[in-house]
T-cell receptor, first 110, second 117 residues
Framework: KQEVTQIPAALSVPEGENLVLNCSFTDSAIYNLQWFRQDPGKGLTSLLLIQSSQREQTSGRLNASLDKSSGRSTLYIAASQPGDSATYLCAVQAGNMLTFGGGTRLMVKP | GAVVSQHPSRVICKSGTSVKIECRSLDFQATTMFWYRQFPKKSLMLMATSNEGSKATYEQGVEKDKFLINHASLTLSTLTVTSAHPEDSSFYIC?????????????FGQGTRLTVV
């Protein structure tokens, strides 16, 4: 059974810092990995999708990497802003199923 | 990206009544949609996979008679919480994939906050 773990569970940083969120998964037989953002009481916004054959994806200040063999992914956020405060979820897809990590609650302080 | 619309965003109902939640893919066709439940400060738990034109596939521990799923068209899936009780209060989110196969990206609705009083 696939298990996805996100570390840290919570993170508080001052505005402007670069930061890294970690995601690990136990079964490397995945199709893709996706990073999402969730604001309180809201749905999920897709940030980046990395196919199993890819190593990384970039969108603006976000960069996600994937090392499938070691079962790890990182989400790098450059020059963090208060508006980045949210919960970040990673999810891996195998077959028809997405398995989510527990999320990292990020707080960026002005 | 593709848009998935979920309605209503919030609903309060009395214990014993039924509540229907709609999930629509607005600009793409989705043969498969997914329904998740999320408890406070927890991650998403897959409840069931909704397949257009056929029966939904429920995850272990999810009561299919309690959570009725209908996927009557390629753009609409509904989740009906029947005879709701306070323990059904939760945040429900639907998802659909834009495209077929494993490489398709998943998009999520805005979620529905259900409160049963």
């Amino acid at each position: 059974k696939q298990e996805v773990t996100q570390i840290p569970a919570a993170l508080s940083v001052p505005e402007g810092e670069n930061l890294v969120l970690n995601c690990s998964f136990t079964d490397s037989a995945i199709y893709n990995l996706q990073w999402f953002r969730q604001d309180p009481g809201k749905g999920l916004t897709s940030l980046l999708l990395i196919q199993s054959s890819q190593r990384e994806q970039t969108s603006g200040r976000l960069n996600a990497s994937l090392d499938k063999s070691s079962g790890r992914s990182t989400l790098y956020i450059a020059a963090s802003q208060p508006g980045d405060s949210a919960t970040y979820l990673c999810a891996v897809q195998a077959g028809n199923m997405l398995t989510f990590g527990g999320g990292t609650r990020l707080m960026v302080k002005p | 990206g593709a848009v998935v619309s979920q309605h209503p965003s919030r609903v309060i109902c009395k214990s014993g009544t039924s509540v229907k939640i709609e999930c629509r893919s607005l600009d793409f066709q989705a043969t498969t949609m997914f329904w998740y439940r999320q408890f406070p400060k927890k991650s998403l738990m897959l409840m069931a996979t909704s397949n257009e034109g056929s029966k939904a596939t429920y995850e272990q521990g999810v009561e299919k008679d309690k959570f009725l799923i209908n996927h009557a068209s390629l753009t609409l899936s509904t989740l009906t919480v029947t005879s709701a009780h306070p323990e059904d209060s939760s945040f429900y989110i639907c998802s659909a994939r834009d495209g077929k196969g494993a490489v398709a990206e998943a998009f999520f609705g805005q979620g529905t906050r259900l409160t049963v009083v």
